[in-house]
């Protein structure tokens, strides 16, 4: 049979039976699946192109925007060098300015030479600048540049850098960053115990370990330490700041050394980070360039390809301000202060910025230092401030803590709290709001808009103290009047029934030993329905029998009597202005003025001056708005009273005079009497300076 012929049986068009159809669904599946998988590689590679674009950009934003800083802060911190030179003869507080702006040009500079950092080894830009260096030498001469921050920290430095066997191949500047920032990371994390550093060699290559006996590191963070931009939220160190980009700079310099870095740490007792790296150089040392369209553009004049230059004073500069005058081991600073201004708490971790905020409000306020939350809660349990100013991102306890722990304390719940934060934006703000805060300022401030903040604070504080405090005195003294219009009442029905029984008697008996008795008990009986009627006038529960009185008239016939009835060494002064009549029961005006006058003599045992003045009150003195008063003041020159006891001076029975010397209603007499009049009565008072009773009386118009 000739090849090509169909066999027999067979046909060139098959029929569509259930082995073909299924042939047939299998093979379009697996046409379907080609073509998915075909689609989906298609569709990841494009992610990933666009993935490696976007992080292109990112590193070629890094890149320009870092240089670009670099360029302004130059010109920023070469005059003030140049300043700094010639500062020595210049006032302490301009030199400080001066050292705080530099300080702080500094730090922005390393932030920036990290960042920049970043850009190049991102861009596989990182040259390694190998240099035959005597590693042991080099590195123990970086240590000792931290030696006086560590010990001023109260904290043990002991540097091992034992000879090596020979030179090794390193970058400089690489290392200098590397050792850098592993001190600064110890000396931030470690309050109390020592520090070490150690350089050692093995067959492979050389290891730099730094251990301390600081906060340690959970063992999940090992790893992710190293991470870029990652900051463990719980760790507590010396402040808060920081970038998290120090020890993930540390690994990729030694991986470009073909090294690399580990971490050993249990929380609580201590970590020691490792960095190893190879005697000889290795294959990372020496990155492939990049194409050149990868960072088209990124440097100018190929200035951001040279080594970042390490600033060994700029990590000193900072770590010094976390140990050096004015950290939170130092204590609490505050201004002077005259006692009556707003006492204000400023809560930073950053030193520099508590300085700044001092300066700022010194002149105005009392101001009190706190380097955090926990600080700042310990100086308030001990002084109750009026105002707190108080940073969010801090170390121990944040400002949020600050706050939530001030709103639970039934003493500390009403001081006011302004936050300040780096964090901008409308959600920060809101933030901030929502859990409690008075207000909210976003970092970088104005000095007048900080000051206008607090002055507002202040003063919105300030009357609701008031308004509470009022309203507290008012719902006092109404409780005590109820209690003692109820007393009064039942008081004067016994003395009802005692002086009808006493009359009676006195009517039937005629021996003198008797009536003598009798006559005491009347007069017993007087005196308590005197007390009953200064209870009743208190409470506003006497009668009254309001008339036109002519004030200035009363006080010209009682002034010659209280000369004669006071002693010569107390001087009656009368100050009158033309003023209309007043509409007064006329008893009670008598009572008050006397209860008055005596409280006077009594408190000026050596002498002095009793002076009455009166005069038409000013518009808006009114006590309920409406109407015209006249104002009358009481002015001695005695020993006066300390806040807390003229604050109850109204009170019924309240005295400081000793048992038997007084009974405590004089004052609450006058009270009674002016507000059942309509008016009303004040009373300003301080501790050798005198007391000024101020009554308001309504005009008999």
């Known amino acids: 049979m000739p090849i090509g012929v169909l066999v027999t049986g067979t046909s060139p068009n098959r029929?569509?039976?259930?082995?073909?159809?299924?042939?047939?669904?299998?093979?379009?599946?697996?046409?379907?699946?080609?073509?998915?998988?075909?689609?989906?590689?298609?569709?990841?590679?494009?992610?990933?192109?666009?993935?490696?674009?976007?992080?292109?950009?990112?590193?070629?934003?890094?890149?320009?925007?870092?240089?670009?800083?670099?360029?302004?802060?130059?010109?920023?911190?070469?005059?003030?060098?140049?300043?700094?030179?010639?500062?020595?003869?210049?006032?302490?507080?301009?030199?400080?300015?001066?050292?705080?702006?530099?300080?702080?040009?500094?730090?922005?500079l390393k932030l920036v030479n990290s960042l920049l950092d970043f850009a190049r080894i991102?861009?596989?830009?990182?040259?390694?600048?190998?240099?035959?260096?005597?590693?042991?030498?080099?590195?123990?001469?970086?240590?000792?540049?931290?030696?006086?921050?560590?010990?001023?920290?109260?904290?043990?430095?002991?540097?091992?850098?034992?000879?090596?066997?020979?030179?090794v191949g390193v970058d400089r500047d690489m290392w200098e960053k590397i050792v850098l920032n592993l001190l600064s990371n110890a000396l931030k994390y470690t309050m109390s115990g020592s520090i070490g550093l150690g350089l050692s060699c093995g067959p492979e290559g050389i290891r730099l370990s730094v251990s301390d006996t600081g906060i340690g590191i959970p063992e999940a963070e090992h790893e992710r330490i190293f991470d870029r931009f990652h900051r463990i939220a719980t760790a507590q160190g010396r402040t808060h700041e920081g970038t998290g980009i120090g020890l993930a700079l540390v690994r990729e310099l030694a991986r470009l050394h073909g090294g690399d870095a580990q971490v050993a740490s249990v929380p609580g007792r201590g970590s020691t980070f490792t960095v190893s790296l190879p005697w000889g150089p290795g294959a990372a040392m020496s990155a492939d360039e990049p194409d050149g369209a990868d960072l088209e553009?990124?440097?100018?004049?190929?200035?951001?390809?040279?080594?970042?230059?390490?600033?060994?004073?700029?990590?000193?500069?900072?770590?010094g301000r976390w140990v050096g005058p004015g950290a939170s081991d130092a204590g609490p600073a505050e201004t002077a202060g005259d006692g009556m201004r707003g006492r204000v708490l400023v809560v930073d971790d950053n030193v520099d910025m508590r300085d700044y905020l001092v300066r700022l409000l010194?002149?105005?306020?009392?101001?009190?230092?706190?380097?955090?939350?926990?600080?700042?809660?310990?100086?308030?349990?001990?002084?109750?401030?009026?105002?707190?100013?108080?940073?969010?991102?801090?170390?121990?306890?944040?400002?949020?803590?600050?706050?939530?722990?001030?709103?639970?304390?039934?003493?500390?719940?009403?001081?006011?709290?302004?936050?300040?934060?780096?964090?901008?934006?409308?959600?920060?703000?809101?933030?901030?709001?929502?859990?409690?805060?008075?207000?909210?300022?976003?970092?970088?401030?104005?000095?007048?808009?900080?000051?206008?903040?607090?002055?507002?604070?202040?003063?919105?504080?300030?009357?609701?103290?008031?308004?509470?405090?009022?309203?507290?005195?008012?719902?006092?003294?109404?409780?005590?009047?109820?209690?003692?219009?109820?007393?009064?009442?039942?008081?004067?029905?016994?003395l009802m029934v005692l002086r009808g029984a006493v009359h009676l008697i006195g009517r039937r008996t005629d021996d003198p030993a008797l009536r003598s008795v009798l006559g005491h008990a009347t007069e017993a009986i007087e005196r308590g329905?005197?007390?009953?009627?200064?209870?009743?006038?208190?409470?506003?529960?006497?009668?009254?029998?309001?008339?036109?009185?002519?004030?200035?008239?009363?006080?010209?016939?009682?002034?010659p009597v209280l000369d004669r009835a006071f002693p010569e060494n107390i001087r009656v002064e009368l100050k009158l202005d033309d003023v209309p009549a007043v509409l007064l029961d006329r008893s009670e005006l008598d009572a008050a003025l006397l209860n008055l006058a005596v409280n006077a003599r009594d408190a000026m045992p050596d002498g002095g001056l009793l002076r009455f003045e009166t005069k038409l009150a000013e518009a808006g003195a009114a006590p309920h708005g409406g109407g015209r008063f006249v104002c009358m003041r009481v002015v001695d020159s005695g020993s006066g009273m300390p806040p807390d006891v003229a604050k109850r001076a109204f009170e019924p029975f309240f005295t400081t005079k000793p048992v038997g010397k007084g009974t405590g209603l004089g004052l609450s007499q006058v009270y009674g009497f002016a507000s059942q009049s309509g008016g009303r009565v004040a009373i300003d008072s301080r501790t050798g300076d005198g007391t000024t009773v101020t009554l308001y009386l309504p005009v008999a118009d």
């Open 15 to 108: 029929g569509l039976d259930d082995g073909y159809r299924s042939f047939l669904h299998l093979l379009a599946g697996q046409v379907a699946i080609g073509l998915g998988n075909a689609l989906a590689y298609e569709a990841e590679r494009q992610r990933a192109d666009a993935l490696a674009e976007l992080d292109r950009a990112k590193t070629l934003f890094f890149s320009n925007v870092s240089h670009e800083f670099r360029t302004p802060l130059t010109l920023l911190l070469g005059p003030l060098e140049e300043l700094l030179a010639r500062a020595e003869t210049w006032a302490p507080p301009d030199r400080e300015l001066i050292h705080t702006v530099h300080r702080n040009g500094l730090r922005l």
């Open 122 to 167: 991102e861009a596989g830009r990182a040259q390694v600048r190998t240099e035959k260096t005597d590693l042991a030498a080099f590195t123990a001469d970086i240590a000792g540049s931290f030696r006086s921050a560590i010990e001023t920290a109260g904290l043990r430095f002991t540097v091992a850098c034992d000879p090596l066997p020979q030179p």
């Open 297 to 319: 553009g990124a440097d100018l004049d190929g200035t951001d390809l040279e080594p970042t230059p390490v600033r060994a004073h700029a990590f000193l500069a900072e770590a």
């Open 362 to 494: 010194g002149a105005e306020f009392t101001v009190v230092t706190a380097a955090d939350g926990e600080e700042a809660l310990s100086i308030m349990r001990q002084a109750k401030p009026d105002l707190v100013l108080s940073d969010v991102m801090m170390p121990r306890l944040d400002g949020f803590g600050l706050l939530a722990a001030l709103r639970r304390d039934p003493v500390l719940r009403d001081v006011p709290v302004v936050l300040l934060s780096a964090r901008a934006g409308e959600e920060a703000s809101v933030e901030g709001l929502d859990v409690g805060a008075d207000d909210y300022l976003v970092k970088p401030f104005s000095a007048r808009e900080l000051v206008a903040r607090v002055k507002s604070n202040l003063t919105m504080a300030r009357l609701r103290r008031e308004v509470a405090s009022a309203h507290h005195d008012a719902e006092r003294m109404r409780a005590l009047g109820q209690l003692t219009s109820g007393v009064a009442h039942d008081f004067n029905n016994l």
């Open 529 to 559: 329905a005197l007390m009953t009627r200064q209870l009743l006038s208190f409470s506003r529960r006497q009668r009254l029998d309001p008339q036109p009185v002519d004030l200035n008239g009363l006080l010209e016939e009682l002034a």
